[in-house]
């Protein structure tokens, strides 16, 4: 008996089995690609929907699953991406659900996205109305719409919903990523719509720790994991500049209908489920995103260079 993990070789996978293992819970890292090998983990290297008797055998006897498999990426704009969101977002959490028992634990990964923004500046709550915006953000509703039905059915699935996921191991194509690449090569860091666009940022660190707590909670339905504090992107530029010691010079550029405004997590479910909400240290998140030591913090006037 272990705990499960899918798209355990993502980058909230990756932190998600570092907190596992250091709990020293038995853990099964399922991915398409090679996941950590580490004591305690069994890797089950397999596609959800092609996989045979390994994963379905280690679904079915989990303590907990945690799933975090899919199709990443609000911006993601190739030619078949509404495919991939389909076959790898909705059809391979179909497929999740009906493969663990009702009486397991099983947290499936959402997004914030599903809100489509905070509205009027206040935090978005797990009873608020879902305006999703963009291909990404539907595929997440109708990924909580099989969740909903599974619950409905007696099922203990726990629908996560994380704000702005940051820090080491995040993927390129994101925003923070590009901008600490951008500064340290000397080259404009795109921004899109404004500065003032606000975003809760939450540590990975402490996502990964919430969602395993929200698996031994066992509590069905839909719980943000974010800080409920927001930062502007001109914050998450200043912190890139005091991490790398070099001033962004940021081109501003138009903001799609995705990219909303602001997002802001109501964590009042999140606190009385675990008893604690995640805080974010921003400057000292991006400086490990970095991979820079801690060090005397710098602070410099953003340039902005008009798309």
């Keep these: 008996m272990a705990i499960v993990v899918t798209g355990a070789a993502g980058f909230v996978g990756r932190a998600v089995l570092r907190h596992l293992v250091r709990a020293g819970e038995q853990v099964v890292a399922v991915d398409r690609r090679p996941s950590l090998a580490a004591a305690g983990v069994r890797v089950v290297t397999a596609d959800l929907l092609d996989a045979g008797g390994d994963v379905t055998g280690a679904l079915r006897c989990a303590d907990a ?21 389909a076959r790898d977002n909705v059809d391979a959490t179909a497929r999740v659900l009906e493969t663990v028992p009702p009486a397991v634990p099983l947290v499936v990964a959402s997004s914030s996205s599903v809100y489509g923004g905070s509205r009027d500046g206040r935090p978005s709550r797990e009873d608020d109305p879902l305006r999703p915006t963009g291909g990404y953000a ?6 909580e719409q099989l969740c909903a039905a599974r619950v409905a059915d007696g099922a203990l699935v726990t629908t996560a919903r994380p704000f702005t996921v940051a820090g080491e191991g995040q993927r390129p194509d994101m925003a923070l990523a590009r901008w600490i690449a951008a500064t340290r090569s000397g080259v404009p860091v795109q921004v899109f719509g404004s ?52 001033r ?5 550029v138009p903001a799609a ?24 240290d921003l400057r000292a998140l991006v400086r490990r995103q970095a991979g820079v030591p801690a060090g005397p913090a710098r602070t410099a006037r953003l340039e902005a260079v008009p798309a």
């Design 195 to 246: 500065t003032a666009r606000r975003r809760d940022v939450t540590d990975v660190r402490q996502v990964a720790a919430a969602l395993v707590g929200l698996a031994r909670s066992g509590e069905p339905g839909p719980v943000n994991v974010g800080t409920g504090v927001g930062h502007t992107l001109g914050d998450l530029l200043d912190a890139v500049e005091a991490a790398l010691g070099r």
């Design 257 to 280: 209908a995705e990219e909303v405004t602001a997002t802001l997590a109501d964590t009042a479910r999140l606190r009385s489920l675990l008893g604690w909400v995640p805080a974010t």
């Design 65 to 85: 699953v945690i799933h975090l498999a899919g199709c990443p990426g609000v911006r993601d704009d190739r030619p078949d991406v509404e495919r991939h969101r």
């Design 248 to 252: 962004p010079v940021v081109e501003l």
């Design 138 to 143: 539907r595929s997440k509703v109708r990924v």
